[in-house]
């Protein structure tokens, strides 16, 4: 369940338009889908994996391209199992289980159809080779680091690893080990450079690590961890930490130096989050299940046995439990292509009217236009990082972050006349380019969830897209100004309000907002309609629920409308709205009075 995200990363996208471009013959080390750079050098490092995941793609088809999370994660936990079992002999069932857990939480964070889906797997698979000791090691590490190397740069990893793997046998003076590792880095090495771009799967991590740290870049996979989002995470590590004097008591030193290298990268860098998670559990498992018989042992007390794992299980439910909630809104639980994240409705507006002219786009929603957008339309900047030069980087965000003259400056430079803005930017400031694409006297042209549509006023996209404005509807404004238009122009207000599909909405305060100010509008029937999208959306939401429940008393449906109330009054968090609540119930005509 934890792999079942749908597709809501949007650099599965562009991921799955390098797979189409190779397929099709292009293999020109070129940002093809670029208007602006499209002569800038982008080689395609993860070209195998875009190859596999298209092909994928295509076979299943996009709506089911989650079985490949599914599998995947499937292949991680069955080799991080065995290695459980070899690590420990005998298993815990209870602490494995417990720590597997937070393993298939964390992993959720990286666990999207991309590259490094096979990273993950090949971290594990590299490190239950080296466990079982099997007599071809080297042979195997070459052509692990072969495949490795032509999909996913971090093949840097596993070659730390393999180092480690050396290192640690040397330390505890097993040199015929530390000379197989040695051998094995060398053949994983020269495997890995068996690609079209020799080095630069190890320039490519280095280099994007250093232009996000200059450039100030917020992408959220490169922060740090918010580490209160994150609670299986941080029970991991806890638990990895409190193994830390034993091991090292026990001469330990794979398990010191594998924490070593990865519980610093996971606390400084989100997207690491997976990697000590999965390659520690093994060994976290056999220091546990140690401790807990010693325990049980010094106590006497043979309940100890289960009790401990048994309490260890539930907490980690709880704190997974407890992540998942966290992250509903940001990755639910889905099978099929999540739209409701994507600027699929703002494409389809912008195929429809075809404008003429440039298109700009947020960093965030770039992937998916390209992937919809080429070859027939290009795009300005998607996630590609090492794609794109350091000045145009700079000049976008300086165009998110400075004032509305320095984004003027970046439309009018790239001739610009179409916008597709992310209402849910997850990069800079919240509505940052909302506000100002409004300042600078843009047309909003189309509203979705996802984003909004602008055209330069007077330019040859403007004559071209015949759609009516959105004039009363303005960017970010709030529920009162809403209500203050519905009241002085309601007409105007509900033509508005008609063109937006509920479905396509995304946030509580689209729902709330845009239903209450039809509700301004007198027109109940149409805010029920927003409102009950947000129900489905967010259905324990009470607010929604109350909204839902006065629009259905206003329409006449009197027996759904109480059965919201009632819940709406069992809720304890919000005594007023309980209040408000059971005084409209007394209003609501009863079945015995047959009103219905």
Same mark, same amino acid.
């Given at each position: 369940?934890?792999?079942?995200?749908?597709?809501?990363?949007?650099?599965?996208?562009?991921?799955?338009?390098?797979?189409?471009?190779?397929?099709?013959?292009?293999?020109?080390?070129?940002?093809?889908?670029? !208007?602006?750079?499209?002569? @800038? %050098?982008? *080689?395609?490092?993860?070209?195998?994996?875009?190859?596999?995941?298209?092909?994928?793609?295509?076979?299943?088809?996009? &709506? *089911?391209? =989650?079985?490949?999370?599914?599998?995947?994660?499937?292949?991680?936990?069955?080799?991080?199992?065995?290695?459980?079992?070899?690590?420990? #002999?005998?298993?815990?069932?209870?602490?494995?289980?417990?720590?597997?857990?937070?393993?298939?939480? /964390?992993?959720?964070?990286?666990?999207?159809?991309?590259?490094?889906?096979?990273?993950?797997?090949?971290?594990?698979?590299?490190?239950?080779?080296?466990?079982?000791?099997?007599?071809?090691? =080297?042979?195997?590490?070459?052509?692990?680091?072969?495949?490795?190397?032509?999909? !996913?740069?971090?093949?840097?990893?596993?070659?730390?690893?393999?180092?480690?793997?050396?290192?640690?046998?040397?330390?505890?003076?097993?040199?015929?080990?530390?000379?197989?590792?040695?051998?094995?880095?060398?053949?994983?090495?020269?495997?890995?450079?068996?690609?079209?771009?020799?080095?630069?799967?190890?320039?490519?991590?280095?280099?994007?690590?250093?232009?996000? %740290?200059? %450039?100030?870049?917020?992408?959220?996979?490169?922060?740090?961890?918010?580490?209160?989002?994150?609670?299986?995470?941080?029970?991991?590590?806890?638990?990895?930490?409190?193994?830390?004097?034993?091991?090292?008591?026990?001469?330990? +030193?794979?398990?010191?130096?594998?924490?070593?290298?990865?519980?610093?990268?996971?606390?400084?860098?989100?997207? +690491?989050?997976?990697?000590?998670?999965?390659?520690?559990?093994?060994? =976290? @498992?056999?220091?546990?299940?140690?401790?807990?018989?010693?325990?049980?042992?010094?106590?006497?007390?043979?309940?100890?046995?289960?009790?401990?794992?048994?309490?260890?299980?539930?907490?980690?439910?709880?704190?997974?439990?407890?992540?998942?909630?966290?992250?509903?809104?940001?990755?639910?639980?889905?099978?099929?292509?999540?739209?409701?994240?994507?600027? /699929? #409705?703002?494409?389809?507006?912008?195929?429809?009217? *075809?404008?003429?002219?440039?298109?700009?786009?947020?960093?965030? !929603?770039?992937?998916?236009?390209?992937?919809?957008?080429?070859?027939?339309?290009?795009?300005?900047?998607?996630?590609?990082?090492?794609?794109?030069?350091?000045?145009?980087?700079?000049?976008?965000?300086?165009?998110?972050?400075?004032?509305?003259?320095?984004?003027?400056?970046?439309?009018?430079?790239?001739?610009?006349?179409?916008?597709?803005? &992310?209402?849910?930017?997850?990069?800079?400031? @919240?509505?940052? +380019?909302?506000?100002?694409?409004?300042?600078?006297?843009?047309?909003?042209?189309?509203?979705?969830?996802?984003?909004?549509?602008?055209?330069?006023?007077?330019?040859?996209?403007?004559?071209?897209?015949?759609?009516?404005?959105?004039?009363?509807?303005?960017?970010?404004?709030?529920?009162?100004?809403?209500?203050? =238009?519905?009241?002085?122009?309601?007409?105007?207000?509900?033509?508005?309000?008609?063109?937006?599909?509920? %479905?396509?909405?995304?946030?509580?305060?689209?729902?709330?907002?845009?239903?209450?100010?039809?509700?301004?509008?007198?027109?109940?029937?149409?805010?029920? /309609?927003?409102?009950?999208?947000?129900?489905?959306?967010?259905?324990?939401?009470?607010?929604?629920?109350?909204?839902?429940?006065?629009?259905?008393?206003?329409? #006449?449906?009197?027996?759904?409308?109480?059965?919201?109330?009632?819940?709406?009054?069992?809720?304890?968090?919000?005594?007023?709205?309980?209040?408000?609540?059971?005084?409209?119930?007394?209003?609501?005509?009863?079945?015995?009075?047959? @009103?219905?």
């Amino acid at each position: 369940m934890t792999a079942v995200t749908g597709l809501c990363d949007p650099d599965t996208w562009w991921v799955i338009a390098d797979g189409n471009r190779i397929l099709a013959g292009d293999f020109s080390p070129t940002n093809a889908y670029s !208007h602006a750079f499209g002569s @800038h %050098q982008w *080689n395609q490092i993860e070209w195998l994996s875009s190859v596999v995941i298209a092909i994928f793609a295509k076979l299943v088809g996009l &709506d *089911n391209l =989650t079985l490949l999370q599914v599998i995947i994660s499937l292949a991680i936990a069955a080799v991080v199992a065995d290695m459980t079992r070899r690590e420990s #002999g005998e298993m815990s069932p209870l602490v494995f289980f417990s720590l597997f857990v937070c393993m298939l939480v /964390s992993l959720r964070i990286r666990l999207t159809a991309r590259a490094e889906l096979f990273s993950l797997l090949f971290s594990a698979v590299l490190l239950n080779l080296w466990l079982r000791r099997v007599p071809k090691f =080297t042979l195997l590490s070459g052509l692990l680091g072969v495949l490795w190397g032509n999909m !996913h740069p971090g093949v840097i990893y596993g070659l730390g690893m393999i180092c480690i793997f050396a290192v640690s046998s040397f330390l505890a003076g097993d040199k015929s080990a530390s000379k197989r590792g040695g051998f094995g880095a060398l053949a994983f090495f020269a495997g890995s450079l068996c690609n079209p771009f020799g080095f630069l799967n190890y320039w490519h991590v280095i280099d994007t690590l250093l232009f996000v %740290q200059t %450039q100030k870049l917020k992408i959220a996979e490169m922060n740090a961890p918010v580490l209160w989002q994150h609670p299986t995470f941080i029970i991991s590590m806890i638990l990895a930490a409190l193994c830390v004097i034993p091991a090292l008591v026990r001469r330990h +030193f794979l398990f010191l130096l594998l924490f070593l290298l990865f519980f610093p990268l996971a606390f400084k860098v989100k997207r +690491f989050v997976p990697y000590p998670v999965m390659l520690l559990l093994p060994f =976290t @498992h056999s220091y546990v299940k140690e401790a807990i018989a010693y325990l049980a042992k010094k106590w006497d007390w043979r309940p100890t046995t289960y009790a401990i794992p048994a309490a260890l299980l539930i907490f980690c439910v709880w704190a997974a439990v407890a992540e998942l909630k966290i992250w509903w809104p940001v990755q639910p639980f889905e099978w099929k292509v999540n739209y409701r994240f994507l600027p /699929s #409705g703002a494409a389809d507006f912008i195929d429809r009217y *075809n404008p003429p002219g440039n298109v700009f786009n947020d960093f965030n !929603h770039g992937g998916y236009l390209a992937w919809r957008f080429y070859p027939q339309r290009r795009i300005f900047i998607d996630g590609r990082v090492p794609a794109y030069t350091t000045e145009v980087m700079d000049e976008y965000i300086q165009a998110s972050v400075g004032p509305p003259g320095a984004l003027n400056a970046l439309l009018n430079k790239y001739s610009m006349d179409v916008a597709i803005v &992310d209402r849910a930017d997850r990069i800079y400031d @919240h509505g940052a +380019f909302e506000r100002k694409f409004h300042m600078l006297g843009w047309e909003l042209v189309y509203i979705e969830g996802a984003a909004f549509v602008y055209v330069r006023p007077g330019s040859a996209a403007a004559k071209a897209v015949t759609a009516p404005r959105f004039r009363a509807l303005k960017p970010l404004a709030s529920p009162e100004e809403l209500h203050v =238009t519905a009241q002085a122009s309601p007409a105007v207000l509900i033509g508005e309000l008609s063109r937006i599909d509920p %479905q396509r909405l995304l946030t509580r305060y689209d729902f709330q907002a845009y239903g209450s100010a039809a509700y301004s509008a007198h027109r109940p029937d149409l805010a029920y /309609s927003f409102l009950a999208a947000g129900m489905q959306r967010f259905p324990a939401d009470i607010d929604l629920m109350y909204g839902c429940a006065v629009t259905l008393k206003d329409l #006449g449906r009197y027996r759904e409308a109480r059965n919201l109330l009632s819940v709406v009054i069992k809720d304890a968090r919000n005594p007023d709205k309980a209040d408000n609540a059971r005084r409209m119930l007394q209003q609501i005509p009863s079945e015995r009075n047959g @009103h219905l």
